[in-house]
């Protein structure tokens, strides 16, 4: 617990779904099944692999059956979870392992799944990759629901439940979050669980808010206990006394009132007060984050970041699943553009089919479009199947961490190669397919003008362009005061960039996080970006900064900021300015 006053407890976990609601617990039965291994006798042995074959197709069936039930209410775009959890009860290993500790130490069926589920476990803890690792819970939720069918259990996540109820459980499934009522399930508190699992992604993408990886808040809140989550801060407070209780009220009011305010802007045009227009999309991994996008009055995709469908699994998709993807995305959109960015791998991504060799500097090493150079017939699957997503809508495509031509012209010559692929098998595409490419190293800034020659599109990739050029690691906790978007030397490349885009006749936008910070639109707005994509919630909140600001004060300020000689200096005169001409848009 991190504070008490009174009777009131507040606790902090990981704000995995954003929003402010107030409502009663539901603590969920979602403990861990208790198995007590015994030993059986030899005759037995056989009936017991029997039993436990019996359990996986019981699993199987009521898998498939959530997914109809799934599919009747919600649609398809979720079907992905069920079918990784489908994957997995087919992974021969933990099947063929079970059955051997079974035969080989005759105990009973429960404790030897137990055990394969402990060295999976194991196998799980030592992985980096944060993504990665979340997915050992998708495999502990299914051994869950194997070992409730052979014990008898029941599955549902709540009783019967009248009210609006906020959810406390030790973990969530994918599948739990999918099947709830969002009538009357408000808000979903969790022990496990970060940013980036499943469950944090669909309780975004279902827009519930959700705080999780709270270790354990299931022994601290009871059935029918008086809570207010913040899925923003990640806080939860339990019995909060009437201060907070009315302090929190106010908030949530004026929070909400906000949100409905911005997004009464979704289809006004993202236009300066003088009448310049500049283009708001969304970044996206995944398709469930798509109607969001709408919602939030995107005017398409700037960023479909395409590694999330290679992460997190021993093979990496081939060209029709990702084919499959693309074309969902794609169709979801129409009649807005999607931007489909090839394969940013490597570094601190890690995906086990490719075999990356251990690298002492990953940041500076085999990733992105270097990886995919270097792997060319995997480069050429992922390439056919954008290319053949295109026929399903406007698709454009563009190349990760580009640091010279040599590297463009490579990458376009095996883009000729899979469209003269696609042709001879009479597959159609858009043969005007747009190609751009990610300016996110210091040598892609100073030869923007030769870069701009090559492509029809620069996005700059701000998150990495910063910590190339300062020589800042961005997942460095340590180094996060250093990280300075408004550094001098920031400023200066993206100028050089813009400037060298539109000598070119090209459009330039800006994809990394730089472009979702309502403070610095009018830094991005006099430095000419002609599209900014962020994530979706930001959109309405840039968009109305934009609809207040005129590109030529804009371009007086960008004039200014350029003269001051640190980020500090620069972070005070735009503070200024912000304060005097938009008061009351940055709370
Ligand atoms: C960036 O570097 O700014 C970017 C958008 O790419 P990523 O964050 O995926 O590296
Ligand atoms: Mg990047």
Redesign the pocket.
């Known amino acids: 617990m991190d504070s008490e006053r009174n009777n009131t407890r507040i606790f902090k976990g990981i704000g995995a779904s954003p929003g402010i609601v107030i409502g009663e617990a539901r603590v969920a039965d979602r403990s861990r099944v208790v198995v007590v291994e015994t030993s059986i006798p030899s005759e037995n042995v056989q009936s017991e692999i029997q039993r436990f074959h019996e359990a996986l197709e019981t699993t199987k069936e009521q898998l498939n059956s959530i997914k109809e039930q799934i599919t009747r209410s919600s649609g398809t775009e979720h079907l992905y979870v069920i079918d990784t959890h489908l994957m997995i009860l087919d992974d021969s290993m933990l099947t063929s392992e079970t059955i051997e500790i079974i035969r080989n130490d005759r105990i009973n069926a429960e404790a030897a799944l137990k055990r394969t589920l402990k060295k999976f476990m194991g196998f799980f803890e030592g992985i980096e990759d944060e993504y990665l690792r979340e997915r050992s819970s998708d495999v502990q939720t299914v051994v869950e629901r194997v070992l409730r069918n052979m014990l008898g259990k029941r599955h549902e996540l709540l009783d019967e439940t009248d009210g609006r109820v906020i959810v406390i459980a030790h973990d969530l499934s994918p599948a739990d979050i999918l099947q709830v009522d969002k009538e009357k399930v408000i808000g979903f508190v969790t022990d496990l669980g970060g940013k980036t699992s499943h469950t944090a992604i669909l309780a975004r993408s279902l827009e519930i808010p959700a705080v999780l990886g709270l270790e354990k808040i299931t022994t601290e809140i009871s059935d029918g206990d008086a809570l207010i989550i913040d899925g923003d801060k990640g806080i939860v407070i339990v019995h909060p006394d009437e201060e907070t209780f009315r302090d929190y009220l106010q908030h949530k009011q004026y929070y909400e009132y906000r949100e409905r305010e911005l997004l009464k802007l979704k289809d006004l045009p993202a236009e300066t007060l003088d009448g310049h227009r500049i283009l708001l999309k969304g970044?996206v991994e995944f398709i469930e984050e798509v109607p969001s996008i709408m919602k939030h009055g995107g005017e398409g995709i700037g960023?479909y970041?395409t590694e999330m469908l290679f992460i997190g699994r021993s093979l990496v998709p081939d060209e029709e699943e990702q084919y499959q993807a693309y074309a969902q995305v794609v169709r979801r959109m129409f009649p807005f553009p999607v931007t489909i960015r090839t394969l940013?791998v490597g570094g601190d991504k890690f995906v086990s089919d490719l075999n990356l060799t251990d690298e002492l500097n990953p940041a500076l090493g085999l990733r992105a479009i270097r990886l995919s150079l270097r792997c060319p017939e995997l480069f050429k699957t992922q390439l056919r199947a954008i290319l053949r997503a295109s026929a399903h809508g406007k698709v454009k495509i563009f190349f990760?961490m580009i640091s010279g031509v040599a590297e463009i012209r490579e990458a376009k010559t095996l883009l000729g190669v899979a469209k003269s692929e696609l042709r001879k098998s009479g597959v159609p595409f858009d043969e005007e397919i747009e190609i751009g490419i990610?300016i996110?190293t210091p040598s892609a800034v100073l030869i923007a003008d030769l870069l701009a020659r090559e492509v029809d599109f620069f996005s700059?990739?701000?998150?990495?362009?910063i910590q190339y050029s300062l020589a800042i690691d961005r997942t460095n906790e340590h180094l996060s005061s250093l990280y300075e978007p408004l550094h001098p030397a920031v400023l200066r490349s993206l100028k050089l960039v813009s400037e060298a885009a539109h000598a070119a006749g090209i459009s330039v936008c800006i994809?990394?996080?730089m472009a979702g910070e309502p403070s610095y639109l009018p830094i991005l707005l006099g430095l000419g970006f002609d599209e900014l994509s962020m994530n979706a919630v930001s959109i309405p909140k840039v968009k109305h900064i934009l609809r207040r600001c005129s590109k030529i004060e804009a371009e007086i300020l960008v004039d200014q900021a350029l003269k001051f000689s640190t980020a500090c200096e620069v972070e005070l005169y735009l503070q200024q300015e912000i304060t005097t001409k938009f008061a009351d848009s940055f709370d």
Not at 460 to 465: A, M, P, R, S
């Open positions: 970044n960023l970041r940013d990760p990610m996110e700059v990739g701000t998150n990495d362009l994809c990394g996080e």
